[in-house]
């Protein structure tokens, strides 16, 4: 099959591959349609590696993706020929402690798309695990369905703060992931973000989207805007999405006593860390890697209406392109988000 294959760093591109899946009871088979161009796909491009993940061999990239089922297997129920749907990308041992304690994203063999050695999905089909693939609601696009997996992040993080009505929160970072925490922490309870960020046309784009205020670092400081609409008191919740080491750094400062910071964001590098500064204010501190259990209720909110990521789907590419849209992405415009590839048309 023609597949989007990056050869090693800095060599991307569509070639046949060839890959036998079979079909087992409990898989169905899905002929993509949308898939999002992630960040960890264009550092793959760009490095050849994601800290201990490193691409000694050709892998086709692409995590983010939705598609229609064309196969079923024999013992899959809750799917049909035809359904159209979107698909989790880490697939873990059901039989490992991880899974049974339902923590499987943490799964030390968790297989997941576009993480070496796991092939990705830019590519026409792939046979998944009928239960990490999931029906789209019928208002809910194929470009809407491969938002569902960063989506999924935001909403791990906001189960993962535990928010409580009326919380305000600061969510550092105004990349895709950031504005869907954003979207996700006021879908959670939150009354008002702040979002912080270098970049004013993606402040913009999320205070477009909610009671969200932008806060462009250049030009204000963090601390004096949430102490100046908090009495004083800071922000009920801080979500690190920038991965940036100095904005990290600095996440307790806008903080509230006994208020709970939300690592989303992976560094490239280690960042200091002010214990000090974290006992002060009892503060809380979850992290957060990937997401598990959340798709349902991530589809559930696309298709009541409550949550539209479609403001955030910026650029679109057709599956011919996609080297194109990976470069587009390497140096992508302040304006752009989230870059898609449409893999086939229905
Ligand atoms: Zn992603």
């Known amino acids: 099959m023609e597949a989007v294959v990056l050869e090693k760093q800095h060599d991307l591109r569509i070639r046949d591959i060839s890959l036998t899946e079979p079909l087992g009871p409990h898989d169905v088979r899905i002929d993509l349609r949308t898939v999002g161009v992630c960040g960890s796909d264009v550092h ?4 050849g590696k994601i800290g201990p993940f490193v691409v000694n061999e050709p892998m086709i990239l692409g995590h983010e993706a939705s598609g229609k089922v064309v196969e079923v297997g024999a013992e899959v129920t809750h799917l049909k020929v035809g359904d159209r749907v979107c698909m989790e990308p880490g697939i873990p041992d059901p039989n490992s402690r991880a899974t049974r304690l339902g923590i499987y994203n943490l799964d030390p063999a968790v297989r997941f798309w576009a993480t070496p050695p796991v092939h990705g999905v830019l590519r026409p089909s792939v046979v998944h695990p009928a239960a990490f693939t999931f029906k789209l609601p019928d208002n809910v696009t194929y470009a809407e369905g491969a938002m569902i997996e960063p989506l999924a992040v935001g909403l791990h993080a906001a189960n993962k703060a535990r928010i409580r009505p009326g919380d305000v929160a600061v969510v550092m970072g105004a990349g895709p992931i950031g504005i869907l925490t954003a979207l996700s922490a006021l879908a959670g309870g939150c009354s008002q973000i702040f979002i912080s960020d270098v970049q004013q046309p993606k402040l913009d784009l999320a205070a477009s ?3 969200i205020i932008p806060v462009n670092v250049k030009e204000e400081n ?3 805007v949430i102490n100046r609409h908090t009495e004083g008191w800071g922000a009920d919740i801080v979500f690190e999405c920038s991965g940036n080491e100095r904005a990290a750094a600095d996440v307790f400062k806008p903080l509230c006593p006994g208020g709970t910071v939300v690592l989303v964001g992976i560094p490239g590098s280690p960042f200091p860390f002010d214990v000090s500064a974290a006992q002060i204010k009892e503060a809380r501190i979850e992290n ?7 798709y349902p209720r991530a589809l559930a909110l ?4 409550k949550l539209d990521v479609k403001p955030l789907i910026t650029d679109r590419f057709s599956f011919a392109d996609s080297v194109k849209a990976f470069d587009y992405a390497l140096h992508m415009p302040p304006t752009s988000v989230k870059v ?5 048309d229905d």
């Open 44 to 47: 793959y491009y760009e490095w």
């Open 209 to 211: 989207l909610g009671p």
């Open 222 to 224: 963090l601390v004096e």
């Open 288 to 294: 957060v890697f990937r997401y598990a259990h959340v």
């Open 302 to 305: 696309m298709g009541s209406g």
């Open 340 to 344: 898609q590839i449409t893999v086939a």
